[in-house]
């Protein structure tokens, strides 16, 4: 059998999130590779690589958060400048894959834009993705090329493991959510409730009952994502007229669009802990309720094993 040749790795990133690719580099112990990045006077994005990616190994790190499309055509020609380049395999290593909320047909005459994305980036020239909570698993079926996909359980997990809560209930926001709300509960041993909700338009939602007994316990609140927080909020607010004491919650993207960060404020809510797949706002930043937790050194063990081409499974602890 002919030994693997190992071939060099280069990580490289647009201005989606430069703050995590460099702590992911510092972990790797490699250095960011040099990109040009920039626009044309009409907005267009112009960009060269600088480096000798020839035969190379490549990830390139792009979270596709606000601005979405800049964010996600900026990594479409990162991909294609890179192909051109004649790396030998190339990654895109998207912390939050934007448009994955689109991900089925439950109206007529709707896109299914999950699966477009899917198609652009394979188009564009990637070898393989690595994700990170993926708000719905089936999108890694949507590609013909290797998907891996990460969960910030070994993050958010150890994290309320060493606040040591009392009385602790995990809560799916929603019974889509509730298969990873039982691993976030399995990993912690705590009992498991959900929240029944009608959602009556996209920005609209009704809380009607709670499944599961919350009655004088503390309740964390798990989902992938929080956008506007109405969903987070009104379940917070449920969970109290049903007895609850404290509500906590976690998410992996914390969005924070709109008004969130002033909802969250003024919620029952004691805490919400997010990570930093996508830059926060200056609001939530400075909102003393939101922690951010990093997904670097996660990211930076996936991106090794894959380099290596060793097991990215030991990462789902």
Not at 64 to 90: G, H, K, Q, W, Y
Not at 162 to 175: E, G, I, Y
Not at 180 to 204: C, G, N, Q, S, T
């Amino acid at each position: 059998m002919k030994d693997h040749v190992r071939q060099p790795l280069w990580v490289f990133t647009g201005n989606a999130h430069p703050a995590l690719a460099g702590e992911i580099c510092g972990d790797l112990g490699v250095p960011l590779g040099g990109i040009n990045v920039d626009r044309f006077p009409d907005g267009e994005v112009r960009l060269q690589v600088l480096e000798n990616v020839r035969g190379a190994d490549v990830f390139v790190i792009q979270p596709t958060c606000r601005p979405v499309n800049e964010n996600l055509v900026e990594l479409l020609i990162m991909l294609d400048a890179l192909r051109r380049a004649s790396a030998d395999r190339i990654t895109a290593v998207m912390p939050y894959y934007g448009y994955a909320r689109q991900d089925r047909k439950d109206r007529p005459r709707v896109p299914i834009s999950a699966k477009l994305v899917a198609d652009v980036l394979t188009s564009a020239g990637a070898d393989r993705v690595l994700a990170l909570d993926l708000h719905a698993g089936q999108i890694q079926g949507y590609f013909d090329i290797p998907v891996d996909h990460l969960y910030a359980f070994p993050v958010t997990v150890g994290y309320f493991r060493r606040m040591r809560l009392k009385n602790l209930a995990v809560v799916s926001p929603d019974p889509g959510g509730v298969e990873r709300a039982r691993a976030f509960a399995k990993r912690l041993r705590v009992p498991l409730a959900i929240i029944d909700k009608r959602r009556e338009d996209a920005h609209v939602v009704e809380v009607f009952n709670v499944i599961g007994d919350v009655r004088g316990k503390t309740c964390l609140i798990v989902d992938d994502m929080i956008d506007t927080a109405g969903t987070m909020v009104r379940g917070a607010q449920a969970l109290m007229e049903k007895g609850a004491v404290r509500i906590f919650a976690c998410c992996t993207h914390g969005v924070f669009a709109a008004d969130a960060v002033k909802k969250i404020y003024n919620s029952p809510l004691e805490l919400v802990v997010t990570t930093n797949s996508i830059p926060l706002s200056p609001e939530a930043k400075e909102c003393e309720k939101i922690k951010v937790l990093s997904v670097g050194k996660l990211f930076a063990q996936a991106i090794r094993s894959i380099h290596e081409e060793t097991s990215v499974s030991k990462l789902f602890v």
